[in-house]
């Protein structure tokens, strides 16, 4: 089975821009969960998504929003970007189980 | 209390010997422990994990130790190879995940085996 892709792997964007990063799970995984990874934080969820429904949702700012379509494909959506939002965005996904498995995640950069 | 402690932050070892990282956590709910390997530029891969109901698993080089009582865990990695330097994540969930998400993470430790 192939694993989770993100796309793209990287990207710069200028402050106050918006961004949406896909991220396109193992076949048959319902369930794809986004996460921040930061030097200063760590690993951070952001929310997770099971049959196009945001099931959980993390304490990050409205910015940030995602959804997921019917093939279980999943979109995040970060608008007005700030310097602080330069991050590795990693998405993982899962069937019903805890296990998660993630993707490559992609690379922002905000300047 | 929904915080996973993990300790050391960085750890060098030498080439055969044992690597032991380790995590406390205080919410009790928890109930699934995974360990998450991750090298530079990759995402965090899998690498093993446990239940409360299991004191310890094994898998090949890799070991989970669990203290339920007192609620820490532990990762070892025996014999250890250069291969093995890379950054390890604890991990812990509840049931239903909630705000915190379906994985509370650990700050990594980050290991170097030496040859």
């Known amino acids: 089975k192939a694993g989770v892709t993100q796309t793209p792997r990287y990207l710069i964007k200028t402050r106050g821009q918006q961004v949406t990063l896909s991220c396109s799970p193992i076949s048959g995984h319902r369930s794809v969960s986004w996460y921040q990874q930061t030097p200063g934080q760590g690993l951070q969820f952001l929310f997770e998504?099971?049959?196009?429904?945001?099931?959980n949702k993390g304490n990050f700012p409205g910015r940030f929003s995602g959804r997921q379509f019917s093939n279980s494909r999943s979109e995040m959506n970060v608008s007005t970007l700030e310097l602080g939002d330069s991050a590795l965005y990693l998405c993982a996904s899962s069937t019903t189980t805890d296990t998660q498995y993630f993707g490559p995640g992609t690379r922002l950069t905000v300047l | 209390q929904q915080q996973v402690k993990q300790s050391p932050q960085s750890l060098i070892v030498q080439k055969g010997g044992i690597s032991i990282i380790n995590c406390a956590y205080e919410n009790t709910a928890f109930d699934y422990f995974p360990w998450y390997q991750q090298f530079p530029g990759k995402g965090p891969a899998l690498l093993i994990a446990i239940r409360p109901d299991v004191s310890e698993k094994k898998e090949g080089r890799f070991t989970i130790s669990f203290n339920k009582s007192a609620k820490q865990f532990s990762l070892h990695i025996m014999d250890s190879q250069p291969g093995d330097s890379a950054t390890y994540f604890c991990a812990a969930s509840s049931p239903g995940g909630g705000s915190q998400g379906n994985l509370i993470f650990g700050k990594g430790t980050k290991l170097s085996v030496k040859p």
């Open positions: 998504y099971f049959s196009e429904t945001q099931r």
